[in-house]
């Protein structure tokens, strides 16, 4: 059985930072794209970034570009989101997934090119 436990999350003023940090189990880690996905109050889901399999690849929503960086140690089956200069726009339940989606193509920032969801994890910025 795959699961994935996400944490890192909290409540932080403008401009402040944060890491999530996801650890996930009973998959072949080293063999899927992961990304980290968002949904804010009211709105749908939204693509934030994406690691591919080695690490190697990786991308950004424009939104958080310059400010979040993804990255992943396949040998902690873990994958993490270094979140600096954060906005107040940012507070949403962040989601970590694993999914086929290469990153070749673009698919990978679709809910559909992943698998599995680790829980969300709250991340509140203060004004």
């Known amino acids: 059985e795959v699961a994935a436990g996400v944490w890192g999350g909290g409540l932080v003023q403008a401009g402040g930072s944060l890491r999530l940090s996801c650890a996930a189990s009973?998959?072949?880690?080293?063999?899927?794209?992961m990304g980290w996905f968002r949904q804010a109050p009211g709105k749908e889901r939204e693509f934030v970034a994406a690691?591919?399999?080695?690490?190697?690849?990786?991308d950004y929503a424009d939104s958080v570009k310059g400010r979040f960086t993804i990255s992943r140690d396949n040998a902690k089956n873990t994958v993490y989101l270094q979140m600096n200069s954060l906005k107040p726009e940012d507070t949403a339940i962040y989601y970590c997934?694993?999914?086929?989606?290469?990153?070749?193509?673009?698919?990978?920032?679709?809910?559909?090119?992943?698998?599995?969801w680790g829980q969300g994890t709250l991340v509140t910025v203060s004004s």
């Open positions: 997934a694993a999914g086929r989606a290469r990153l070749s193509g673009r698919y990978y920032q679709n809910n559909g090119g992943y698998s599995y």
């Open positions: 009973g998959l072949t880690f080293s063999s899927y794209t």
């Open positions: 690691i591919s399999e080695s690490g190697d690849s990786t």
